[in-house]
């Protein structure tokens, strides 16, 4: 069975930070590119990082590029979104997500992705 549970959510004042974890079971992470979305009351779901699943190329959103950035720790099985700089515009559920295509991009659409962690919320004051 494959499972996607993440976990570093919470509520943070603008300008803090936070770190979102993606526990994989069930899968190898280092066979899968992997993703971050969120979605925000009343939007559709908004892509915002993805990694390469040989871990050598990431694309980041332009809304959170320069604060946010994607890792992996293979040896963990577990990917990572760094967020920094948060602002109230970053209030969303995140979810992380697994794309088994072994592309040599990365899937920025939310069809391009075949697993889903439930989500995780982050709440960003003013």
């Known amino acids: 069975q494959v499972q996607l549970v993440e976990s570093g959510g919470g509520l943070v004042q603008a300008g803090g930070s936070l770190r979102l974890s993606c526990a994989a079971s069930?899968?190898?992470?280092?066979?899968?590119?992997m993703g971050w979305f969120r979605q925000a009351p009343g939007k559709e779901r908004e892509f915002v990082a993805a990694?390469?699943?040989?871990?050598?190329?990431?694309v980041h959103a332009n809304s959170v590029k320069g604060r946010f950035t994607i890792s992996r720790d293979n040896a963990k099985n577990t990917v990572y979104l760094q967020m920094n700089s948060l602002k109230p515009e970053d209030t969303a559920v995140y979810y992380c997500?697994?794309?088994?295509?072994?592309?040599?991009?990365?899937?920025?659409?939310?069809?391009?992705?075949?697993?889903w962690g439930q989500g995780t919320q982050v709440t960003v004051s003013i």
């Open positions: 997500a697994a794309d088994r295509s072994r592309r040599e991009n990365v899937g920025q659409s939310s069809y391009e992705y075949d697993f």
């Open positions: 069930g899968l190898p992470i280092s066979s899968y590119g």
């Open positions: 990694i390469k699943w040989s871990g050598a190329y990431t």
